[in-house]
């Protein structure tokens, strides 16, 4: 029995290591403040003495702040449009809008410089005043002739020519003079001419121990082993670095890993996200056992993006249950099954299309790399692309989604169960069915008995009568009748004492309810059904596609036909998408198209964005730090020819994802130390030139399942349902199933070794996330995520000094220690190796020592009288709470939850 007074008292050093950490980070943050805004900013002001243009400098502001009334509407706010100088001059209500080479006596600027506009609680920044102001007085001028229809001037050549619209370069690999690299991968290559140019040089290759534990968390999300640990230092061989990556690469656990990143980005959630009633997706793992096992066997990324977009289109003739290829591509269109989707509650129209909207947002976001979604009610304010762009994209997915012939989701479900399964489950719920008939059978014949006694307890004179009403349809019983039956509270229908025996009959009530469990467990026997969450075309009726005006789906305007993205077609030939299902076809065909268009290695995002993707999982943060955004209010590359490089790789190599992988991962900038020098410090502080490793936090996941591995507990079994998450009695997350009592809660039901399953198959719910998960910034999908925040909070120390999964997972770890580590210096070298995959220095082993002292003592002291006999019937037991005390402690530590 754990003595929780003493537990409290052995974590201070968690405590402080997270305080730490917290300092560290916050320091990190303040310093990172003003470099990390100019990154960001798409607009800059420039030198004083550079020359500004409308195009260039100014209509990016304007377009943001300014056009929405100015320029959009039907009718201008005010009678000013600002979407040509000209018309700027011209002006509004209130006069021409400035005057040339004069800022002060412009009255766009008044209105700018007095916050009087733009309208509403944001304004204009410092930055972008000041290029206002300079750009009038450098005489208000333009890059070019403006075009005489304003219509003509939606979008600038700045912004059509903006770098991640264009296609891929193939970039020469470049020569660096002074890198110390005695050779050079491609990679290195890219890096090491920047390095130079900065004065930098790579970063020493870190020790065998680190880049193993980095390795391995970073491919499998856990921990290396004692035995992988001393096969990996002792092998010294040329090509043993190597080796271990394609193992590791081929490895199921690679598949587990890698698959939460993209169920990120596809927004993988089994609950339809309305807040009041997030009602369960119980079949939606079949989408994240498709992602698991496509990553697993090296999918060609172009097929995974084509069978997720539509892999139902792929499918010719009719769905064959028995067809494992057509499980595999139904599943893979639950990528657009898994945004938020409230109808089967609130099946309005506001909902269905905002479904939609997040439906498409999710794709945008995951596969383009674009906020397409912000031109849902309006051209987008910093990236060439028009609400009709956006209506004409979302018509590629109008005739699987149609708003006026809407599916709720579960009638999207496909039934996909195999003929031997539906076979035994129908032979199995025959069964039991047979044995419901018989129970009940019983069940009545113990009522008639029970009603018969009661009525002989009913006067002679009033029974005959009696048992008259009782036996008389409740809805046909007389006034006089009701009234005899409130006279005699314990006569009852015989179907009413059947149903309620446990007042009549305790014990007989019990022996049914033991019956009725047993007849439950054989219906759990029962194959599953194969029911996916899958997306199919609605060719009945395909609906009209439309732009809606202000996103508003009941103000519905000018028809559109489905299209990619303009801006995204301008350096490729592509043939227009279908309007209607071909001769014979089941499908519209318009996203199998368009999913082939956007796969044929010619598309200027798609390459770009996968392998960016890859890389943020490796670094911490991609060549482009808004993996989601490459428009103009994202972030540039800081390597855009390495990054086109790699884009390249992936198309010319097949698609394969592992090819990238490796490439990195045999990579010198990725086999580097993470120490940090003066040098960093003054010349690379954010270590965008990749002067050295980034220092990382593990996710949240890997935090539960490295904790699981070295406590001997972890299920590294793949594939299958969810293990279930529920509400306890307080209204917490708990792994489990409610357990229900006659209609009452009573308790959480133990799912027993499934509870150590790794975090990617614990049921994900929106609304009730584990608290070891959310503390640690697991991301609620709303409707996905692109990148994953990474806090230091009060509440993660408290996690590790009170949380009853932390204490398990410590007690579990000492207790598979002790027994094969007798002397104390060994078992705090296995706790070192285990969480560290080092083993401690001299003054550590010291230290921990002297720590396991101190704890014995007060464990041994602990006058509690069921721990004092545990401690008569094993005297390690205070050894083995000390020792879990260190344990618990250091995997608080910095050194544990960060991958150096």
Known sequence: MRNKTIWMQTSPMASFASCLIAFAFLIAFLCGISTNASANDPIAAGSESQTLTYEKDVRPIFKAMCFHCHGEEPVLAGGLDTRLVRLIVTGGDSGPGLVHGKAAESLVWKRIESDEMPEGAKKLSVKEKETIRRWLDQGAKTARAEPENVEDARFTEEELSFWAFQPPTNPVVPTATNSSLPSCNPIDAFIAVKLETAGLDFSPEADRATLLRRLKLDLHGLPPSREEIEAFVADTSDHAYEKWVDDFLSSPQFGVRWARHWLDVAGFSETDGNSGQDREREHAWHYRDYVVNAI?????????????????ELIQGPLDNENARHVELMSATGLLRMAPDVTATDNKLVDRNQAVADMVKVVSSSVLGLTVGCA??????????????????????????????????????????????????????????????????????????IQAQKLADVPEAQREAVTKAVTTPVAERTEEQKTLLLANPM????????????????????????????????????????????????????????????????????EVKPS?????????????????????????????????????GSHPLVSRVAVNRIWQHHFNK?????????????????????????????????????SIHKSILMSRTYRQQSRRTPDHEQLDPDNRLYSRMNLRRMDAEVIRDSMLFVSGKLDSSIGGPSVPVCEDEVGRAS???????????????????????????????????????????????????????????????????????????????????????????ERIHEVFIRLFAKGPSATEREQCNAYLVSQRALFAADPNPEWQKTIEQSSLAPDIRALASLCQTLMASNRFLYID
Not at 296 to 312: L, M, R, S, T, W
Not at 508 to 536: D, G, N, Q, Y
Not at 737 to 749: M, Q, S, T, Y
């Open 296 to 312: 697993n066997n090296d999918k060609p990324y172009n097929e995974f993006i084509v069978e997720q977009i539509a892999g139902d």
């Open 376 to 449: 849902q009610c309006h051209d987008h304010r910093y990236d060439p692309i028009s609400i009709d762009d956006y209506y004409k994209f979302r018509a590629i997915f109008d005739p699987a989604f149609p708003l006026e012939q809407w599916k709720q989701p579960d009638q999207r479900l496909v039934d996909m169960t195999s003929a031997a399964d539906h076979a035994d489950g129908e032979a199995i719920e025959a069964k039991a069915k047979q044995q419901d008939e018989d129970i009940l059978k019983r069940k009545r014949e113990a009522a008639v008995k």
């Open 491 to 558: 006569v009852h229908p015989i179907d009413d004492i059947a149903g309620n025996l446990t007042v009549y009959d305790g014990p007989l009530h019990e022996k049914f309810k033991a019956e009725e469990a047993e007849v439950a467990k054989l219906r759990k026997t029962k194959p599953l059904r194969r029911m996916i969450m899958s997306v199919r075309d609605h060719i009945e009726s395909i609906p009209k596609s439309q732009i809606m005006f202000r996103g508003d789906p009941e103000q519905r305007k000018q």
């Open 564 to 600: 990619e993205i303009f801006v995204l077609t301008r350096s490729r030939s592509l043939t227009d998408l279908p309007l209607v299902p071909a001769e014979n076809q089941t499908s519209a065909g318009r996203r199998l198209a368009y999913a082939k268009q956007i796969t044929d």
């Open 622 to 658: 991609g060549l482009v730090a808004t993996p989601s955004d490459f428009g103009a209010f994202g972030q540039r590359p800081t390597h855009p020819e390495l990054l086109d490089y790699l884009a390249q790789q992936l198309v010319t190599h097949g698609w394969s994802i592992k």
């Open 735 to 825: 792994i489990g199933k409610r357990k229900i009592n006659d209609g009452l809660f009573a308790g959480v039901e133990d799912v027993g070794a499934r509870k150590y399953r790794r975090s990617v198959y614990l049921q994900s719910r929106r609304t009730l996330p584990l608290n070891l998960l959310e503390t640690f910034d697991m991301p609620i999908m709303n409707p996905n995520c692109d990148a994953r925040r990474c806090s230091t909070v009060a509440p993660q120390s408290l996690l590790f000094l009170n949380d009853q999964s932390v204490l398990a997972f410590s007690e579990n770890m000492a207790e598979t220690i002790m027994p094969l580590n007798p002397t104390s210096d």
